[in-house]
């Protein structure tokens, strides 16, 4: 299943002009042999904000890095070969840009990013299109963390508490399967959800530390919402053609669901176009 998901994905990305992909069906052009690049980057001196932009494929990230990135790059079209350029607190690791003169045969298409990345605080942006995602964003130390996609099956968790205060958690995908783990530990004041339609799950659980206040913007979806029994939450869904359901122990006052806690709170508001929302504990 993940191989003829990885491939579907790929399919779908090299059509598109996303991350800089052009075509030019006229003349097939074979993989070439496997490469592995080693990725190291220091972390810069002061403010750090690191990119990283990837087209199809994918990419694996987990905590565990002594710098601020270490990690391997397998690719075997050498225009994937990534690039990596700093400038100041910025960082940049970006695929470099598939222009395809052919249509090789996908089952032959290699492209894998594994990084660790470290404990220093940081603003994180990852700018993908169409791939698979395996993030643990567990104890690093993120400050703002914005995920922009394409059509994506991305799993992300984290499993440990962020020692920072994260400001913004904005996360922006097309048509995908997105589960989000332990979002408790994040440690966010805002999160903003927009999605195509997908399927998404969004899991509270972990250490709620504050309030935090939850934006969810989707077209016709599947959402799940998994809030632990005793995390005190309001949800608030803004759609006349969506089927709601909810465990006992929640109240329902028109289109909003409440459940009593202690603790901080969330709050979470959901447009949607039409679809359904199930919450859970």
Do not use: H
């Not at 400038?87 to 045969?105: D, H, K, L």
């Not at 979002?183 to 998404?200: D, M, P, R």
């Not at 016709?220 to 005190?232: E, G, H």
Request: charged fraction near 15%; aromatic fraction near 8%; charge should be neutral.
């Amino acid at each position: 299943m993940k191989k003829n998901l990885i491939l579907a994905l790929l399919a779908l990305a090299v059509t598109t002009l996303a991350c800089g992909f052009q075509t030019n069906f006229s003349t097939a052009k074979t993989p070439a042999a496997e490469t592995t690049d080693e990725i190291t980057v220091n972390a810069p001196d002061g403010d750090t904000s690191l990119t990283l932009t990837f087209g199809a494929g994918k990419l694996s990230l987990a905590p565990g890095s002594k710098k601020l990135v270490d990690g391997t790059a397998k690719y075997n079209i050498p225009d994937f070969k990534p690039e990596v350029k700093t400038e100041g607190g910025s960082v940049r690791i970006t695929q470099g840009n598939y222009q395809m003169t052919g249509f090789p045969a996908l089952s032959d298409i290699k492209n894998e990013w594994d990084l660790k990345l470290g404990s220093v605080p940081m603003n994180l942006a990852i700018n993908a299109g169409a791939y698979e995602g395996q993030f643990d964003f567990g104890g690093l130390a993120l400050i703002n963390l914005t995920i922009n996609d394409g059509a994506a099956e991305v799993n992300a968790d984290f499993s440990t508490p962020n020692p920072e205060k994260m400001s913004i958690f904005s996360y922006k995908t097309g048509a995908s399967n997105v589960t989000l783990k332990n979002l408790g530990n994040a440690n966010f004041a805002t999160l903003i959800f927009e999605s195509g339609a997908g399927n998404y799950k969004l899991d509270f659980g972990g250490k709620l530390q504050r309030d935090g206040s939850v934006s969810i913007r989707s077209g016709m979806s599947n959402l799940t919402l998994i809030v632990p029994s005793n995390t005190a939450a309001t949800v608030k869904v803004n759609s006349g053609l969506s089927n709601v359901q909810f465990p006992p122990g929640w109240n329902q006052n028109g289109d909003t669901y409440t459940q009593k806690g202690t603790g901080p709170a969330l709050t979470i508001v959901i447009e949607m176009g039409a679809g359904n929302v199930q919450i859970t504990q």
